[in-house]
């Protein structure tokens, strides 16, 4: 069955036809193309376009067609162009000529706009609550993690010593303004495309601030050939999806290095890590690496949406068609990686000691060591002269700063004194940066009150 064959007097090829369906994707969405129907059936009951009773028909046919797919009594088949006209052929099969009323007033058009925008809109709150469920592990990594040393790393090298709670701190910060951003979005997007019809709207006197009503959207779109072609809101979500996966694949990445051999930080769980068909020793973090893969495939569905969309006359095109199952890709594809890594960092153990000992040597504490020399009066410039001198005669000698004697210490500088092993510390490094947002534990305690708070209020 066609929704169009009227003024045509040949069949479709079936390549054509082939070529022009969606249903093979679109049928992901009947749920709310089922939604989107019972609030046009209701509003054009109550403006009485088709009568009550009509209404009344047609709103308890769609809802039998909804629990039939629901309970498996019903199937949607590919003999259909689209889900609406599966939906529009079901009706009237089930309940006669009253079904072909629904279309009244109504274009696929704004049905379709109508369809991805709640289909979407349920997928940006399902990726929020995917996002606060990891931002809960990451906190409780955090409040676990105060003082477990580590070493700060700049350009993949040693830099300063930081604390677990402050690294995993940072990607605490990043997924929560991923979350803002998502709740941006919804706030943009919330708007009701349906009675724009084609692209002009239609004389029928439709209440779209009814429709907009049932629907949850804060009220109804104001441009009719706008509605039918806008797209943005989806771009902007891909482009969220692409930041979320732009942050989990760093985070991967470091997880990958960590759980390395050279390094040892870690160690993932058996039940995230995966092994070699021939190396019997090896346990692979395939997870993080898939993750930190599967990224490029988000930037893609973002990239190909922002070119199918850059050269579309308004108002509807067919091209648009194409911002299905790219999306609905993307959207699967970042939930399955946030819901896995999530799993993946709950499960990791840290090694500490090997943490420790990492961000000991490796003259992690070298600034420190110059920032004692400006605290008893030398200039910075001077010190870190000095600094850099001792640091060269460890190198030559194979051990640390701490490991250096009083003597070494005054044979490059006499203001060196006892107290100087006490002030490169490691203990000393990491608790007296007490700036807020360093790693101190005194003030990443503030930072952790802050962040359960969010956690309550978000
Ligand atoms: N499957 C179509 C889409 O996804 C539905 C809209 C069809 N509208 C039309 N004028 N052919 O865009």
């Not at 991923?178 to 209440?207: F, K, Q, V």
């Not at 510390?425 to 007296?432: A, G, R």
Request: aromatic share 8%; net charge negative; hydrophobic share 35%.
């Amino acid at each position: 069955m066609k929704l169009w064959g009227g003024r045509f007097t040949k069949e479709t090829d079936q390549l054509v036809n082939n070529f022009n369906a969606s249903i093979s994707f679109d049928q992901k969405f009947y749920r709310q193309d089922i939604r989107g129907s019972i609030a046009h059936a209701t509003m054009l009951g109550k403006q009485g376009i088709i009568s009550e009773a009509e209404s009344n028909q047609i709103i308890d046919g769609l809802n039998g067609i909804l629990s039939d797919i629901e309970n498996g009594t019903l199937t949607i088949t590919d003999e259909y162009e689209d889900i609406h006209t599966f939906m529009e052929a079901t009706l009237i099969e089930r309940i006669g000529d009253v079904g072909k009323k629904l279309h009244t007033g109504r274009s696929r058009n704004d049905q379709v706009a109508l369809d991805m925008r709640l289909y979407t809109r349920d997928e940006v709150l399902n990726m929020d609550n995917e996002l606060k469920e990891l931002l809960a592990v990451i906190l409780r990594l955090m409040k676990e993690n105060t003082e477990t040393y580590m070493p700060g790393f700049t350009h993949l090298q040693k830099a300063q010593p930081v604390t677990v709670a402050h690294h995993f701190g940072a990607y605490f910060e990043m997924f929560k303004r991923d979350r803002s951003r998502l709740h941006d979005i919804y706030e943009r997007m919330n708007y009701c495309p349906l009675g724009a019809g084609a692209l002009a709207g239609t004389t029928y006197p439709l209440d779209r601030e009814l429709t907009a009503n049932l629907l949850d959207f804060y009220g109804p779109t104001l441009n009719s050939m706008d509605s039918v072609s806008d797209r943005d809101y989806l771009i902007e979500f891909l482009s969220a999806l692409s930041t979320i996966m732009m942050h989990l694949s760093r985070f991967s990445e470091e997880i990958c290095i960590w759980n390395s051999n050279e390094y040892k930080f870690i160690e993932l769980d058996d039940a995230y890590s995966t092994g070699s068909s021939i190396m019997p020793q090896k346990k692979n973090p395939d997870i993080a690496e898939l993750v930190r893969g599967k990224t490029g495939r988000v930037y893609g569905a973002l990239m190909s949406l922002l070119t199918t969309m850059k050269g579309i006359p308004l108002a509807y095109n067919k091209d648009m068609q194409e911002d299905k199952e790219l999306s609905f890709d993307a959207i699967d594809t970042v939930k399955g990686c946030v819901s896995l890594f999530k799993g993946m960092i709950d499960t990791m153990r840290f090694n500490p000691k090997r943490m420790e000992d990492s961000a000991k040597h490796g003259f992690t504490n070298a600034t420190d060591a110059a920032d004692y020399l400006v605290k008893n009066g030398v200039p910075f410039r001077d010190a870190h002269g000095i600094v850099g001198q001792l640091v060269l005669m460890c190198i030559d000698k194979g051990i640390a700063l701490d490991d250096l004697s009083l003597e070494e210490y005054r044979s490059v500088s006499p203001v060196f004194n006892e107290d100087i092993y006490e002030a490169i510390s490691l203990k000393t490094c990491v608790e007296k940066r007490l700036t807020l947002g360093a790693p101190g534990p005194e003030v990443m305690k503030k930072v952790i009150a802050a962040y359960d708070e969010y956690m309550s209020e978000n």
